[in-house]
């Protein structure tokens, strides 16, 4: 049995006297596709957020394959961790945020191909050699050298995976990817989040408001609540048998918003 992959224990996050997670622990194994549900504010994104070093924490440790992610060993235990462990932390994790983010200059390419080139140091060819097989795969190998204001919503947000995937992460984080797009380009979007599902093994943790996607995504589902997972088990047990009355809740009043579960 492998170890988890991200290894979460009791951590707190504090935004002045507002705490939004508390006491959180949780495990995620290697090539896990987690959904992460609940209402706004119930600190779905600030976990992501959190394990991309985009915020830091007020209490707690985390482990990322292996390793401590805010803090470093030296002769006394652990201390907090400078930016050089942080950085070199940040290369095993990508994340698509729920706006694009792409460089409005530069073509498809150039967003695709900067960050390997400037953070691992990848020739150029190679680079591009890369970026245009993860642009193939997103099926917009044909966009290339086009700027981001000449494509959709759905065309951006497929290069925003692609860009993430070109830093070959073992772990991924998708927060609201749908969320911006007209519903006409949800589906395209969805359809590449399900090609990564199926054919690669690498971890992948979602935060969605769309339930059916979910259904079909995840291994497994956790339910989240003022900072707290209220519940989670298997993507049947949570959407079709929910437990707890708070899950009850919340799903009903999806269905009663006309989503799929």
């Known amino acids: 049995m492998l170890p988890p992959i991200i290894r979460i224990d ?21 090539g896990e596709k987690l959904a992460l549900i609940g209402p706004s504010g119930s ?23 292996g390793e401590q992610l805010y803090h470093m060993p030296d002769s006394n235990g652990l201390v907090p961790a400078d930016e050089r462990h942080l950085h070199r932390m940040r290369e095993k994790i990508g994340m698509v945020f729920q706006h694009f983010n792409l460089f409005p200059h530069k073509c498809v ?20 050699k890369r970026a245009m097989e993860l642009l193939d795969m997103v099926g917009l190998a044909d966009k290339a050298r ?6 959709s919503g759905g065309q951006k947000q497929r290069v925003a995976i692609a860009r993430a995937l070109a830093l070959s992460p073992k772990i991924m984080l998708f927060d609201e990817v749908t ?27 979602l935060v ?20 707290k997972i209220v ?3 298997k993507p049947g047990d949570i959407f079709h048998n929910p437990k707890q009355e708070r899950t009850q809740t919340f799903l009903r009043k999806i269905i009663a918003a006309g989503h799929r579960v």
């Open 179 to 205: 969320s911006a797009l007209d519903p006409e380009l949800v589906e395209e979007v969805l359809n590449v989040m399900r090609r990564l599902a199926s054919e690669t093994d690498m971890t992948m943790l």
């Open 146 to 151: 086009s700027v981001p204001a000449q494509l």
């Open 10 to 30: 009791n951590i707190v996050k504090k935004y002045g006297p507002l705490t939004v997670l508390d006491g959180l622990s949780m495990n995620v194994m290697p």
């Open 109 to 128: 390419l150039d967003n695709v191909t900067l960050a390997p080139m400037l953070t691992k140091g990848i020739k150029r060819p190679q680079a591009e």
């Open 43 to 65: 600190g779905k994104t600030t976990i992501l957020r959190i394990l991309m070093t985009l915020e830091t924490i007020s209490g707690g440790h985390i482990e990322v394959d």
């Open 208 to 227: 969605t408001h769309e339930m059916g996607f979910a259904h079909d995504f995840a291994d497994r589902v956790l339910f989240f609540d003022r900072g």
């Open 231 to 233: 519940e989670e088990g």
